[in-house]
């Protein structure tokens, strides 16, 4: 593939322009003009005679226009091609390809693909093998093999929601080589950089090939979102971008578990901003409902966010070992908790102050968390209700006071063994200062967070030291003495502070650290609140997967290979081949995994390493300029002729005016020319809409349409066969339809038609992402599509293994947000929407007609409310065109399998029944019920 977007097919031709020079000299003359003469003729012949005239010399202007002339002539028949292709392929040894299909790839796969594929026709075409891999595949086979495998393995491949591996898929390509160097490295590239100091070009050029590409987009549509924070007043959300070269305005959207949008925001990037933060403003229990954040425009798994139980609002129940000052609240332990948490959590207190009935009290609100401030020795009979609702789940904290000093060093609710009394710093009896925070560990809900510069610690409990001791550190002080401890308790877990809930042991309260660490705290806690030993073994348990992201943004239930997800709290899980990004336990509660994690920054990949071709994918097809250059020559041809004319005064007899628009029109016919040819694309592309004539006449009746699929055997079938369709509904019902039409879902308005046919074959060309997101949007507005892979014949009513059309369907309807499905039920309104029908045959009989799973009413009020009661999506293996299929003369164009004509009569009441049911939806269902109706009126 040449890295060339323009060349000669005949460049030899060219050396005719070195004659341009000579040409320019030929043409400086011109005949003179004629001039009048007075009668009489002998004065005439006399000045005719004995005159020798001398040519005059052309206008520069004019030669110049006779040189553009030349030039065009010889630009034409050198014959100037835009997106050439050549196969310049190293002989000496195999064609590698290592492709990223990761997330960022999602945009533009289809290009891909055709780029991909160019490279494995080249090396086809002078018998090179080839070796493939991919570097978001756990494995890789890439053995060097014929071209065919190797295009079969790139179309059987899609984008993952992964970043990719190139080290693994890297170290695949260098066992299958064996040794051996390659000929062409061909790396099609994301252009993103996978890792810090992300080697893989130099990995590659370690091979040792002939030639180095690599090959990538513009990356102008590369963003994710990196993180999303849940504040007092909205959510902010951080993306990052590839390109930053020009502003960006994006809108984000705000959707919960049913996939409804429920806010909107914006995040702006400004020019050379590669990370940006926006907002979604709402109120704090609607952003309690956020389920995924996700970018407008933008459908890959890199611009969707999942949000998880740590984002919900919690339970979070508060006790004090001292009652509350209601003329100083400001000494109260509890004032600077509330305060911290009042935005971010629903705040408990039970109504007494007796421990032992509080407790009870509190636990029987199913709390999330419990926050007790110097509280010591608690009732005996509360510590078993205590340990049980921590082992189930919930999430205990405690500061320290002066009655945790004092209590028993053998209290089983809390994290570490204190030493009896407390520490003090500054005092009289100690030599220490006042100490600072240290930097909070990699690992706990604090990671990330810089380190408090204006807090003191004055006093502390002290924890005795364990071999484990670290380990449940959380946050210490500078001299490296715990002042966060915490432990786990099966499903649930104790922290403890070691200082006070005010600020008399320490500055740590009023400070604005505080509030960030409750509130890290608390999303760690279950939103949910705890309910029983069950629940508790099932969150302490690995996580399932429960719903997985596509590549493309869309949560599926399809978990394929992926594994259970261990818990954890050193930080947010990470994606990988095992966890890929999606939601992570059941229903009843989840963690989320995302693409990338908090504080990513999307770097280009560096190539600088070894000499690298850099190639962009292809972007069209070539198309010669040759006609485009002849019509410019012939006009400046013609251009030439008209001045000339002028010049010689054919135009005299029109006067001076006339004269002057004679050569205006000339300039603005050259004018013309030389623009057309500076948009050469306007010219030859083929971009002209549907006029007014044909929307009307698609408006004045009703046509069924069916899906080109570039078989012209197959498209005769859909034609005729809707074509033998329209005539029956015209013979047997009101309706009259107009002739069928044939349809490119990509670039056709698809508005005008109830009902597309859509023959499946598996030989056809792969849809492109552009037609299959415009038949989605399609359904979604109402339409129909009736899919027929027409294979009943093959499969005979098995559909345990499809045959090559059904899994060519199965791959279209993976990228379509499709219903839950059902063979058409017995009393359906498909069943007697004009005739009674038990089945719906076509030129085969032994495949079901599925149609849209029916919704209780009761349930979802909504279920049908869209589309009137109309399916969206209908599947057939019937052959349904092969059955209405007539010639030229009416005569059936294909025999019934077995022949039988009234299994084409039924196929034709099938159809009519499917165009009735299109345009009356639910109306036959509606009219059972009249007699009951009636009844009742009559009562």
Known sequence: MSGLSFAFASPAILAALILLPAIWWLLRLTPPQP?????????????????????????????????????????????????????????????????DNSWASTSDWDRRVRTTDALIDDADAKGIPVSIAFTA???????????????????????????????????????????????????????????????????????????????????????????????????????????????????????????????????????????????????????????RIGVDRYANAGTVHLLDDGFRRRRVALLSGQAAD??????????????????????????????????????????????????????????????????????????????????????????????????????????????????????????????????????????????????RTWASLADGTPLVTEKQMQAGRVVLFHVSAEPQWSDLPISGDFVEMLRRIVQLSRSGGVNSAETAAKTAEAMPPYRLLTAKGVLTSEIGSARPLERS??????????????????????????VLGPGTALKPLDAAAGTVLREGLIGGEAWSAKPVLFTLAFLTLLADSLIVLFMNGVFSRFGRSAKTAAGGAAMLLLALSVATFLHPANALADDTKPGDDTIYSRLDKTHLAYVVTGESEVDRVSERGLAGLSDYLTYRTTLEP?????????????????????????????PSNDAINRIDAYMRNGGTVLFDTRDAINTMGDTSSPGPNGQRLQQILANLDIPALEPVPAGHVLTKSFYLLSSFPGRYADSPLWVEARQDSRRDSNAVASSDGVTPIMITGNDFAGAWAI????????????????????????GVNIMMYMLTGNYKSDQVHVGDILQRLGQ
């Not at 091979?207 to 090959?215: A, G, M, N, T």
């Not at 050379?272 to 403003?281: F, K, L, Y």
């Not at 010639?887 to 099938?910: I, M, W």
């Open 569 to 594: 709290v050193k930080g947010a899980p990470a994606a990988s081949f095992d966890n890929p990004p999606g939601l992570y336990g059941s229903e009843e509660g989840f963690t989320a995994v995302n």
């Open 137 to 291: 595949e756990q494995s890789n086979d890439a053995t060097p093999s014929a071209a065919t495998a190797a295009r079969d393995k790139l179309h059987a491949m899609n984008p993952r929601p992964l970043v990719p591996d190139r080290q693994r898929a890297a170290d695949a390509v260098k066992a299958a080589l064996n040794g051996s160097k390659p000929g062409t490295i061909a790396f099609i590239s994301d252009g993103i950089e996978a890792k810090e100091k992300d080697d893989i070009v130099s990995r590659l050029a370690a091979l040792q090939p002939s030639e180095l590409r690599l090959i990538e987009g513009n990356g102008n549509d590369i963003l994710a979102i990196t993180g999303a924070s849940n504040n007092v007043n909205d959510m902010s959300v951080t993306a990052t971008r590839l390109n930053g070269a020009s502003p960006l305005h994006l809108q984000l959207t705000a959707q919960d578990n049913q996939g409804r949008p429920i806010a909107a925001g914006a995040l702006n990037f400004a020019s050379g901003q590669t990370v940006a933060t926006g907002s979604i403003t709402a109120p704090f229990e609607m952003r309690n409902d956020f389920a």
């Open 738 to 766: 107009g002739p069928p039409v044939g349809l490119d879902p990509a670039k056709d308005e698809l508005a005008f038609y109830p009902l597309i046919y859509w023959p499946i074959s598996a030989t056809a060309p792969m």
């Open 326 to 471: 209601e003329f100083q609240p400001i000494l109260s332990p509890l004032y600077y908790i509330q305060r911290a948490l009042q935005p971010y959590a629903d705040l408990i207190q039970p109504s007494s102050a007796d421990l032992a009935k509080a407790i009870p009290q509190l636990l029987a609100g199913n709390p999330s968390m419990i926050i007790m401030a110097d509280v010591g020795r608690l009732p005996q009979e509360t510590y078993a209700p205590l340990q049980r609702w921590i082992q189930n789940g919930g999430t205990l904290i405690r500061f320290a006071g002066p009655r945790l000093a004092a209590a028993p060093a053998d209290d089983p609710l809390v994290p570490v063994t204190l030493r009896q009394g407390e520490r003090t710093f500054g005092g009289a009896l100690s030599w220490a200062e006042p100490q600072p925070l240290a930097d909070f560990p990699s690992f706990g809900p604090f990671a990330g967070m810089p380190k408090p510069t204006n807090v003191l610690i004055k006093r502390q409990v002290l924890a005795e030291p364990t071999p484990d001791l670290a380990e």
């Open 35 to 99: 001039r009048a003469e007075v009668f009489p003729p002998l004065r005439i012949l006399a000045s005719i005679l004995k005159r020798e005239e001398t040519p005059a010399r052309s206008p520069w202007w004019l030669t110049l226009l006779r040189m553009l002339l030349a030039a065009l002539v010889i630009l034409a028949i050198a014959n100037p091609m835009f997106n050439p292709r050549t196969n310049t392929l190293s002989s000496g040894g195999p064609l590698v390809l290592m492709i």
């Open 887 to 910: 010639d030229q003369n009416g005569s059936p164009l294909l025999p019934t399998v077995p022949p039988d004509e009234t299994q084409r009569e039924y196929a034709y009441r099938s």
